[in-house]
């Protein structure tokens, strides 16, 4: 048995040894061995998040009046290319086009746009308005498709978007998150 | 006259070695389970390294515990796959498989009218369910901020169309942080 020996408990004192009882401690961990396997999750969901932009609730204060910041449009309707389109409100300050060079990826026919991921994070690195950790805004990229597009391209190419990555501090920690907000065009 | 030998059962102190498995009356089962020239067919479990390797299972397990459980997936929902992604949260979720739209399990409308009308439209049913679910949530947690996040369980080839509609139609009744939920994929470097 496994045990402590701690010396003492002589002269009739009750004794300071202990000894572990090993059957019932392996049938204890035997046990937790099985709920935590037959409780384990071993999907790999996660989630690639968008933003709505619709107004919160009314509230009794004015709003602050917002400066127009910088947006990134991502037109997604083009067959063979990409266009990246820098707006402040209505000006279009800048228009890059990108090449659509989808690459395979894993085995379930998914696809992602490595040419378009590098120049968004280029872009971001360039123009991108909120870097720091304390800034609790993000930048805005707006994504227009076709109604025919497939889900599974539209999921590519936000995750394209999502390339740049950006320091976040929340309740103490800092962490690394996706440097842009990404919407939908309603049109 | 010389004592007779007292039996093992009458001495207190015996020579030290093994005793387990000594005894056994038929000579041929005993030769067998000591293992007399031949291998032994005991076999001891060297209990500390055993007594390790569970506690390195447990604590792996227990890193990797979820108390969210199984998150569920429609069985004709193909999704696709993403590199920088998220984890999961607990929110309503939204699956559309096929035309069928579903809350949490629950059919809550169709998308053949948005297929067939050919633009974006709000779906009534899906707005209602989740409106009600939105003043549930206010219900359980007066004075608590909404959060506003549902997870859209959407099939890869269902057109963008559709997912735009489901988008805007949950925006509309109040749940304007949308989560797509997707595969997750090792970084490429």
Redesign the interface.
Known sequence: M?GIDAGGGGGGKRPVDHNIP?IP??DF??C??AF??V???W????????????PGPPKDEPPEEQKKEKQLHVEMRGERKFQLVWKEGNTVVNTIDVDRKPVP??E???I?F?DLAKKINEEWTANGSHRAGSDKKFDQSVLH????????D???V??AI??P?RDFSFGGKTEKV?AFNVT?A?N | MAEKPLSRFEQPIHQPGRRLLHHIPLRFVRRKVLGHGRKAANHEIPLIPFIDFLLCIVLFLLASFSATGELPIDKNVKLPSAENVMDMVEAPMVAITGSQILVDGVAAGNTRAIEEANRLQRIDELFNILKNKRELWKQINPGKEFPGVAVLQVDKRVPALVVKSVFQTAAFAGYPNISFMVGRLGKVE
């Open positions: 496994a090993l401690f392996i961990l035997l937790l061995v935590l396997l409780t384990a999750v999907s790999q969901m996660a989630r690639i998040n968008a933003d709505a932009r619709v990826i894993g379930k026919g998914d992602t490595p498709t076709d109604n025919s597009t497939q889900f599974s539209v999921i590519a936000i995750d999502y390339t990555q996706p939908f309603v």
